[in-house]
């Protein structure tokens, strides 16, 4: 089934209103999970914090999505609530979907949520308050939350202390704290730091520019639960590797740009093993080698591993005979 490029939007009142800012845009990529977005949406509509849009970015789905997005429209505009916007385009992947997100939204602030996660209820509330606390301090690029299970349960370690002001690097290998967690960015961080779109690459690592950040910007981080996780059997976690190598340029960038900042050796190390695991499928992948940056020469060391990992992959994989075609979500 092919469509269009379109909009769909409908404000509280009735009326498209897409000129008047909003505190928080929700942008929520979408690929062949329909069915998914009406159990978003009942967490969306029952927000404690009112001022704020929620965008549905379709990225080439071909099942129900456009349909179900439509009906949530309409039964939001009964409930007279905040304003909601489909937009679709042509498959590309999440990378291109935040993109294009990030030029559509009118929030001060952006919070992606996929498509088969949900909002604790009070989760908009939680991040606009602890902004308030924040916005006039230009070091920050925006808040950091917990992500838990629908349970309630904390995916990874929390935090040492109830809030903590440093660097998604620092955070993350300096502090050691683990687990999936919650950005909320302003705008125009993510307008000043947009992901790299590839030509026949459907994926790009979300760290490759979150970490990009980190070299100017600090984030607030708070020891509350803000996004509720669930991962799906056949979702982009489940099969990450095999994403990683229909997407070499991507991927090794992300490594290679690991290789230049303050981290432990050992991280480093994993980096450098992973650089050239990754670019080894650059040949098979047909995508231009040149694309990704060279690194040190010291690093070089590394490449035997890397090509041993890499078979190692292929061996994994050798059921799989279109393995190299392009992912989709």
């Not at 093993?273 to 670019?279: D, L, T």
Request: glycine share 6%; net charge positive; aromatic share 10%.
């Amino acid at each position: 089934m092919t469509q269009t490029n379109s909009i769909i939007s409908i404000s509280k009142n009735g009326t498209d209103n897409l000129m008047a800012t909003v505190s928080i845009s929700i942008l929520t990529p979408s690929f062949n999970r329909g069915e998914l977005l009406i159990r978003l949406y009942q967490s969306i509509i029952k927000q404690t914090f009112r001022d704020f849009e929620w965008l549905i970015i379709d990225d080439g789905s071909t099942d129900n999505t456009r349909k179900i997005a439509e009906e949530c429209i309409l039964e939001n505009k009964k409930l007279n609530g905040p304003n909601i916007l489909y937009f679709y385009k042509e498959n590309g992947g999440k990378h291109t979907v935040i993109n294009k997100g990030v030029k559509l939204a009118r929030g001060e602030l952006i919070l992606i949520v996929d498509s088969d996660d949900m909002l604790p209820d009070n989760a908009l509330e939680t991040i606009i308050s602890e902004w308030r606390q924040i916005k006039n301090k230009t070091e920050f690029a925006g808040i950091c939350g917990l992500d838990a299970t629908f349970g309630g349960k904390v995916i990874g370690s929390g935090l040492p202390e109830e809030t903590i002001d440093c660097t998604s690097i620092d955070l993350r290998f300096n502090r050691h704290v683990t687990g999936d967690m919650k950005e909320v960015f302003l705008k125009n961080v993510l307008q000043e730091f947009p992901f790299p779109e590839i030509l026949n690459e459907h994926f790009c690592p979300e760290v490759l520019v979150w970490n990009r950040i980190a070299t100017k910007y600090k984030l607030r981080y708070i020891n509350k639960i803000i996004y509720l996780a669930e991962y799906q059997p056949n979702g982009i976690t489940s099969k990450i590797i095999e994403v990683r190598m229909k997407s070499p340029v991507g991927t090794a960038t992300t490594y290679a740009e690991m290789l230049k900042y303050n981290i432990p050796l050992s991280v480093k190390i994993k980096s450098a093993i992973n650089y050239y695991r990754f670019k080894a499928c650059a040949n098979k992948h047909k995508v231009n080698i040149k694309l990704i940056p060279k690194v040190a020469m010291i690093w070089f060391i590394f490449k035997p591993l890397g090509w041993l990992m890499h078979k190692k992959d292929l061996k994994h994989l050798k059921n799989k005979k279109e393995w190299y075609e392009h992912p989709k979500h």
